[in-house]
């Protein structure tokens, strides 16, 4: 993947991010946080489970440092987590920015389940977005159970509406 598809990648997470916050933005601080289904039983732990990892990626990759997990109880309404999300979109731009081809092949070792591993710097970024866009489709279902409709944040939207760009 060239660097210019993996910040087009981003563009489409972070869009559909904003499109996803956008169809959260009726529920209550109870729906939010209430048990529904799914691995990680709530909204609101599902988000910082993906906003915690999209971090972490981002730390192991050479960004900006997350320190430990993030954890949901610190998250009481939407609004504290997107406020977060905001400053770490920024930072995965700025880094994203800072990189180049060369770059997304280098390799990265990581430690995941006890196990050290190395994976290319591009493929865990490319990972990093590809989790982010499973469990949105798993907290679409989640606001469905809850009453709400989540609107569709398909990539085929994004680039209908985004064209790409050369960068």
Not at 41 to 65: F, M, Q
Not at 117 to 135: K, Y
Not at 139 to 149: Q, S
Request: hydrophobic fraction near 40%.
């Amino acid at each position: 993947m060239s660097l210019h598809e993996m910040r087009r990648l981003f563009d489409y997470n972070y869009w559909a991010n904003q499109k996803l916050f956008a169809a959260l933005s009726p529920l209550t601080a109870e729906q939010f946080t209430q048990t529904v289904a799914g691995s990680y039983g709530s909204v609101r732990n599902t988000l910082v489970h993906v906003l915690s990892a999209e971090w972490g990626w981002l730390d192991r990759c050479g960004g900006p440092p997350r320190g430990a997990k993030l954890e949901a109880h610190d998250f009481p309404t939407l609004a504290s987590l997107t406020d977060l999300w905001s400053r770490v979109e920024v930072q995965m731009r700025e880094y994203l920015g800072r990189l180049s081809d060369e770059d997304l092949a280098g390799e990265v070792e990581f430690t995941l389940g006890g196990r050290t591993q190395r994976m290319t710097r591009g493929d865990l970024l490319q990972h990093a977005a590809i989790h982010a866009a499973h469990h949105r489709g798993q907290i679409a279902l989640l606001i469905r159970t809850l009453g709400f409709e989540p609107g569709n944040f398909d990539f085929v939207i994004f680039g209908a509406t985004s064209p790409a760009v050369a960068r």
